[in-house]
């Protein structure tokens, strides 16, 4: 979502006449957009800041604003702690600084990626204990169907080939709104448009995940087969402790309706280790739920509490950096194995290649499960479907050619 909105703001800057440099020096105008979900982000925004306070001393008449999850509420305690910037603004709130003024819904860059963003639901309502999101984005707001509709035609006219639709929670949008339309519905609307090839939606939360969504992933021939399902923990007590709403158990029933209506599908998932109280055991019932419902990627990261929320509140952070480093270890290792046994099944296979460019003089797109796939060929192929037969995986990616 930071990305989407950094590249929003990227058009936005060139509409009103700035060039991208290649480093602060050369720049007038800085923007530092925060990430704040866990410690490690939040350091390295942290010393980006640190490094245009000395700019700052240097060149005073650099602007300098900053965005993002590390922008609270507390403008005036911000301001103290970082007096060198001139300009706070919240994650996904409009850009109004130095003369320039972001229209509503906002700019959108005139040149499309391949694959393009759209956001439809900003904020979260559902304060998972560890999460600091909806303390920094506020509660659900979703944008109505016929905006994200205008949005991804226009996007289409502009070059996209693909649509991702972004939210915190993108099961939950539209029940703010008083149509309460759903994701299916969404998605519906968007199978229709001319010119768009390619649908997908980031992130779905497995309480809220309903038969509806998994009927249109199945029935809507645009919507690609790969769903980004956070499970988090496979041990009941930590889900309980973490406020997830679901069971284990619930869960994997979750899955197997997903399989058995889109039996193609791709799954990915988040897990964070170390969270307060999992004990050996309990990390042991999440390598055991990994192993069982053999995910095509997994996303680990380790626990690490954040002001706000309840569990940095309520629990002690009990584990420690060493463990919770050997643990993300042994769910990397246990994870490259079983996707190099699912990519390794697609060997001689043809996949649909959208290709979004050029990497070291190959061919890089995605297949329609969302697999990185790499392949060399002289025509030009840059946002087109390429038929490619693999040849080469391994649990990251897949290499293959064009069969004349
Ligand atoms: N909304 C999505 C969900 O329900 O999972 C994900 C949003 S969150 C911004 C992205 C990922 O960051 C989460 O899936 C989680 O694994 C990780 N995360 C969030 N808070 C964390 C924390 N305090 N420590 C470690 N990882 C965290
Ligand atoms: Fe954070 Fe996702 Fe939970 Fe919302 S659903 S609180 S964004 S982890």
Same mark, same amino acid.
């Given at each position: ?8 703001l ?8 700035y ?35 000395h ?5 005073p008449?650099?602007k300098v604003?900053?965005?993002g ?16 910037v001139d300009h ?10 130095e003369g320039?003024?972001?229209? *509503?819904?906002? &700019?959108? +860059?005139?040149? $499309? ?7 439809? !639901?900003? /904020?979260?309502?559902n304060?998972?204990t560890?999460?600091?999101?909806p ?9 109505p ?5 205008r ?10 080939r ?13 029940? *703010?709104?008083? &149509?309460? +339309?759903?994701? $299916? ?6 199978n229709? !448009?001319? /010119?768009?090839?390619?649908i ?23 919507v690609?087969?790969?769903v ?7 041990d ?9 709403g ?9 899955v ?8 193609? !599908? ?11 109280g ?10 055991r ?15 690490s509490p ?9 629990f002690?952070?009990?584990v420690?950096?060493?463990e919770k480093?050997r ?5 990397e290792?246990?994870?490259a ?7 390794a099944r ?11 460019g ?5 061919w890089?797109?995605r ?6 796939v790499?392949?060399e ?18 649990p ?9």
């Amino acid at each position: 979502m930071n990305q989407a909105e950094s590249e929003r703001l990227e058009a936005l800057l060139e509409s009103r006449g700035y060039l991208p440099v290649p480093g602060t020096e050369e720049a007038d105008l800085i923007i530092i957009n925060s990430c704040v979900v866990r410690r490690s982000a939040e350091n390295r925004a942290l010393n980006k800041l640190m490094l245009l306070r000395h700019l700052k001393k240097k060149c005073p008449e650099k602007k300098v604003a900053l965005t993002g999850c590390l922008v609270s509420d507390d403008l005036e305690a911000l301001k103290q702690q970082y007096p060198f910037v001139d300009h706070f603004f919240k994650a996904g709130e409009k850009f109004c600084f130095e003369g320039i003024t972001d229209s *509503d819904p906002g &700019e959108l +860059p005139a040149q $499309a990626s391949v694959s393009s963003p759209v956001t439809i !639901i900003q /904020g979260c309502n559902n304060y998972c204990t560890y999460c600091i999101v909806p303390y920094r984005r506020g509660r659900e707001k979703s944008r109505p169907p016929a905006e994200i509709a205008r949005e991804a035609e226009t996007l289409v006219v502009r070059g996209a080939r693909e649509i991702v639709l972004l939210g915190q929670n993108v099961d939950s949008y539209g029940q *703010d709104l008083p &149509e309460k +339309p759903d994701l $299916a519905n969404l998605l519906e609307m968007l199978n229709g !448009i001319n /010119g768009l090839w390619r649908i997908r939606f980031l992130t779905s939360h497995p309480k809220d995940m309903s038969l509806r969504l998994i009927e249109a992933i199945a029935s809507l021939d645009k919507v690609c087969e790969k769903v980004n399902l956070p499970v988090q923990a496979g041990d009941d007590e930590i889900l309980a402790a973490m406020g997830r709403g679901y069971t284990a158990e619930q869960y994997i029933t979750l899955v197997e309706s997903l399989r058995k209506a889109v039996p193609e !599908i791709a799954l990915t998932t988040d897990v964070i280790v170390g969270f307060p109280g999992e004990d050996e055991r309990r990390f042991n019932n999440t390598l055991r739920l990994l192993r069982r419902i053999r995910f095509d990627g997994v996303h680990a990261a380790m626990y690490s509490p954040r002001p706000e929320t309840l569990a940095a509140k309520k629990f002690v952070d009990d584990v420690s950096k060493d463990e919770k480093k050997r643990r993300v270890k042994l769910v990397e290792e246990m994870q490259a194995e079983i996707a190099g046994v699912i990519n390794a099944r697609l060997a001689g296979q043809k996949q649909e290649v959208l290709v979004e460019g050029r990497k070291k003089g190959r061919w890089y797109g995605r297949s329609r499960s969302d697999k990185l796939v790499f392949f060399e060929h002289s025509g030009n192929w840059s946002g087109r479907l390429a038929p490619v037969t693999i040849e080469n995986t391994s649990p990251w990616s897949l290499k293959g050619r064009i069969k004349q």
